[in-house]
């Protein structure tokens, strides 16, 4: 914790008068989420660093975000896109939203039993017998990094039997009871480890492996914008790549605000972001993995222009 509050101590003190005057909001998803987590961690620092955050434990915020009801939220990069588009799983547009910059970046991809052989999506073809986690009703993000997968291969959600699942962590738990073949799994989630310890006699379970080039990165772009294939190798006691390599897929974890929060507030916060990654980690470890040089990948949804200020100050690229 000596980092911590060294790290605190240091962004405060080169803090201007406009954030640490100012109480904002910042939704942070359910308890225990990703965003709930991550949420949590930067508020922690921002408190220590002088700028007032309260949190709120909401979900579905983007009305709320659009509407400047709240100064602050989080989604992956495929989702400000679709939520300042109104395509994909919103209906309509909420071109009053805009980026701050990437807290880290999610990997994931699609897993089934070992014993199945399922190496690649091209060995998904012509399989329509296998059972595929579907619908993700209270997380209606999910299929769309499943058909991004798939359409890696050229295969979409009708060549399989799909079966509805009401979450993410639903469709891993219809992996673990053998009702589903083949559904969405983060890489280290704790609950995939729970499944493959279920179907040890199957040997675990093992990543599906998206193709890889040019072709297929444009696949995956058509239906989950953001998302970046990432061959990765095969790692021993990794679950999910312990039997063989596979293309996973990685999307932008991002930090969201309004155009109506102020100019200076959002510079004052991506300052304090960009500065205390260290702490940020001890808080909430996936900002280990953060790469706050390359904080602003490129998006249709605009970036703020408080945190452009901050970026072009740092030196770090604004992607086009």
């Not at 605190?8 to 910042?26: N, R």
């Not at 070992?114 to 999910?142: F, H, K, N, W």
């Not at 904080?295 to 970026?311: K, N």
């Amino acid at each position: 914790m000596h980092i911590f509050r060294t790290l605190a101590s240091a962004a405060l003190l080169s803090l201007g008068s406009t954030a640490s005057a100012q109480v904002v909001t910042m939704a942070t998803g359910a308890p225990g989420s990703l965003a709930y987590n991550a949420g949590q961690a930067v508020a922690v620092v921002a408190n220590h660093s002088g700028i007032t955050v309260r949190t709120q434990p909401l979900v579905g915020y983007m009305p709320l975000l659009q509407g400047a009801e709240i100064d602050f939220g989080y989604a992956n990069g495929a989702e400000a896109v679709f939520a300042y588009t109104g395509t994909g799983n919103f209906d309509r547009a909420h071109p009053n939203v805009r980026l701050v910059g990437e807290m880290f970046q999610l990997t994931t991809g699609i897993m089934a039993p070992c014993d199945l052989g399922l190496q690649s999506v091209d060995d998904l073809a012509g399989r329509s017998d296998l059972r595929i986690a579907s619908e993700y009703t209270s997380s209606s993000i999910i299929p769309f990094y499943i058909r991004g997968v798939l359409a890696t291969g050229g295969l979409d959600y009708r060549d399989f039997e799909s079966v509805p699942v009401s979450n993410f962590v639903s469709g891993i738990r219809a992996l673990g009871d053998e009702r589903v073949d083949l559904a969405l799994v983060s890489l280290n989630a704790s609950a995939g480890q729970e499944a493959a310890v279920r179907l040890k006699a199957r040997g675990g379970l093992c990543y599906v492996s998206a193709r890889i080039g040019a072709e297929a990165e444009a696949a995956l772009a058509e239906v989950l914008p953001s998302g970046l294939i990432a061959p990765l190798p095969r790692i021993e006691g990794l679950n999910g790549l312990q039997s063989w390599d596979a293309a996973l897929v990685r999307v932008p974890w991002m930090l969201l605000t309004n155009a109506d929060v102020s100019d200076d507030l959002v510079y004052d916060l991506t300052r304090v972001v960009h500065r205390n990654k260290d702490a940020l980690g001890i808080a909430f470890g996936a900002f280990n993995r953060a790469n706050f040089e390359a904080m602003a990948p490129e998006s249709t949804t605009p970036y703020h222009p408080g945190a452009i200020r901050y970026f072009k100050e740092a030196g770090v690229p604004v992607a086009d």
